[in-house]
């Protein structure tokens, strides 16, 4: 099994969708409401818009409010799912074999579809899902498949990637694998420049000291979140913040004063505890969108990814695909605040954290129960920002717990050291949150689950005893 297998996959789909539109089938499209999701939704609407099909999208949370919709849906229109889907193949055929479905997903198949379903997902070729392409890339190559006129949509498929941190995975911050494809698609049609640099957050346009104090990925601490922190640290390395009247941005630093950011805060890392390591994740790739204003956060692919990330985890979810199927102007304006108010409650939340206040050492997992102090749409970003800062111990996973009314929602990450011992966080997850009336699922590296509040303290029982049985074995 290989790309070529997987490509081909992609042809079929295409095929059959091209058959689907021209029998005139309607399309309801649910995505998840990451950035990821938001992407991949956005390019499946782009792609059946482009071949006049009458479709409805909608983010969703979860599986269940897939599974609630569809009975109001009538018979004959086609569901496609986009990273969402491949999880609960079961629960979907027991309930609705009958259906049109549609899924381009790139999470861990729990089985089979319906032979009649089209299912792109690149697990059944035997590639990981979680770090060679994500549910963007998937429902771009079809798109591409279909129209090469779809290939502006590739830099929304790699900021999809980047959505799902595709480019921590070979421990060198750059896309690989399929994604890689797709970078060189981008670049060839001039959408896409690639550079090796730092990562600050804005760096073609925010003031050095506010590109470092946004930059939350990895988590510096003290630093990021706090605007006056990072003026005092640049002073204290002596960067010149102004030239004459005029802010300096990163991106016309010298080679040298990189350098000196660059060792300045390894040393100011290592004086506070923290391990010096940290920085080496803001080493990378940049991957900047050649057609979008300077200014903007749409410039940078991983804070493009950022913004679908904050309006997919405010509720502002139709503003994220309104941007990554091309609005501007005011709505992108407006996703702007939404960006900086997230990133602002985002630092709050990872401050509160890092002081360790309700963290638990159990025997095979971390566990931090956020309780109502953590509000639920941050857990993720905040628990992805831990797991990839140097932060947490490697040879134990990490569940981060937020309740909301009488549900409790649940992210768990995972190092790539664990992952090749054999732990795979999707399947833990599904097995500990079926077995306490919840749900999970994911990747092997990154998964969640949504379990009843009184079932917590026995999800985390049961977490900590797959992960024991897999490390031990
Ligand atoms: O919510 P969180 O970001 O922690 O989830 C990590 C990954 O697990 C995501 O890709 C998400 O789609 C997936 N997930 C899932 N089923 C759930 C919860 C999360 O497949 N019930």
């Not at 899902?129 to 290939?151: M, Q």
């Not at 410039?299 to 309006?311: I, T, V």
């Not at 990133?343 to 109502?372: C, M």
Request: with cysteine; proline share 3%; charged share 25%.
């Amino acid at each position: 099994m290989s790309h070529r297998d997987f490509l081909a996959m992609v042809g079929n789909a295409s095929e059959k969708i091209r058959e689907l539109v021209e029998n005139g089938n309607s399309f309801m499209v649910f995505c998840h409401i990451d950035a990821d999701g938001l992407s991949s939704g956005s390019i499946s609407s782009v792609m059946l818009l482009r071949m006049n099909a009458r479709f409805i999208t909608r983010s969703v949370k979860n599986i269940d409010e897939v599974i609630e919709s569809i009975p109001n849906l009538q018979k004959d229109i086609v569901i496609l799912l986009t990273d969402i889907g491949s999880g609960y193949i079961r629960i979907l055929r027991e309930k609705f074999a009958d259906r049109k479905f549609v899924i381009l997903d790139h999470h861990q198949p729990d089985g089979e579809s319906e032979k009649h379903w089209v299912h792109v997902n690149p697990h059944l070729c035997g590639i990981d899902g979680a770090k060679e392409i994500s549910s963007s890339g998937i429902a771009y190559l079809v798109a591409k498949s279909l129209s090469e006129e779809n290939i502006s949509l590739s830099p929304v498929a790699i900021v999809g990637a980047l959505g799902d941190l595709q480019d921590k995975s070979s421990g060198k911050r750059e896309l690989d694998g399929l994604n890689k494809l797709i970078v060189e698609d981008a670049v060839r049609s001039g959408l896409l420049k690639v550079s090796d640099d730092l990562l600050f957050y804005g760096r073609s346009y925010r003031p050095i000291h506010l590109a470092l104090a946004s930059t939350t990925s990895p988590y510096i601490p003290g630093i990021s979140g706090s605007e006056a922190h990072a003026v005092s640290f640049l002073n204290s390395i002596q960067i010149r913040l102004k030239e004459d009247d005029r802010w300096r941005v990163f991106a016309e630093l010298s080679e040298d004063e990189k350098k000196t950011i660059y060792n300045g805060l390894m040393k100011y890392l290592s004086s506070l505890n923290f391990p010096p390591s940290i920085v080496n994740e803001l080493v990378g790739k940049v991957y900047e969108l050649t057609r979008e204003e300077e200014w903007t956060p749409l410039k940078d692919a991983r804070e493009y990814a950022s913004l679908l990330n904050a309006c997919g985890k405010t509720e502002n979810e139709w503003i994220g695909i309104a941007i990554a199927m091309g609005s501007r102007g005011e709505i992108l304006l407006q996703a702007q605040k939404i960006l900086e108010e997230y990133k602002r409650r985002l630092s709050e939340v990872l401050e509160y954290l890092i002081r360790r206040e309700n963290w638990q050492e159990l025997k095979y997992i971390i566990a931090i129960d956020g309780g109502t102090m953590i509000e639920e749409r941050m857990v993720s970003s905040a628990s992805s920002i831990l797991s990839s800062s140097d932060l947490l111990p490697e040879d134990k996973p990490l569940i981060m717990l937020a309740t909301k009314g009488d549900r409790v929602k649940a992210s768990a990450r995972a190092s790539m050291k664990l992952v090749k011992r054999g732990l795979n966080l999707g399947i833990v997850m599904k097995k500990a949150a079926e077995r306490v009336g919840g749900v999970g699922g994911g990747h092997n590296v990154a998964a969640g689950a949504e379990i009843p509040l009184a079932k917590k303290t026995m999800f985390l029982a049961e977490v900590d005893s797959i992960v024991g049985e897999v490390l031990a074995s």
